[in-house]
């Protein structure tokens, strides 16, 4: 695999300098200052929707009829999943925005 040039090497630092101000000047209006107790009911709510989808999971292949799971089941599984996914993106997304400093922390 080929290295990148020199040349591509700046123009790649460019590109992230301005997608960094570009970020920050759009979301710091939205998000002045992000404190630490911002952050911890976002932990918390993550931990929390991953420990009720574990738990779905496991009383799901304790409790299927013939080893297979019901619909019904599988409907509340899934639901669980999906609404622990979507938390995790935006604590990943979070998670983000602070390692790439597109807005103000205090703490």
Do not use: W
Request: aromatic share 4%.
């Amino acid at each position: 695999m080929q290295m990148a040039t020199p040349a591509t090497r700046r123009k790649i630092q460019n590109i992230e300098h301005v997608l960094r101000k570009v970020n920050r000047e759009v979301i710091s209006p939205i998000i002045p200052t992000l404190e630490m107790d911002d952050i911890l009911p976002v932990m918390a709510v993550v931990a929390k929707l991953r420990g009720i989808y574990l738990k779905e999971l496991l009383q799901t292949a304790n409790t299927a009829q013939g080893g297979v799971p019901s619909e019904e089941q599988m409907l509340r599984l899934k639901g669980c999943r999906e609404a622990f996914e979507e938390i995790l993106a935006g604590a990943q997304a979070l998670e983000v925005v602070i390692e790439r400093e597109y807005l103000d922390i205090n703490f």
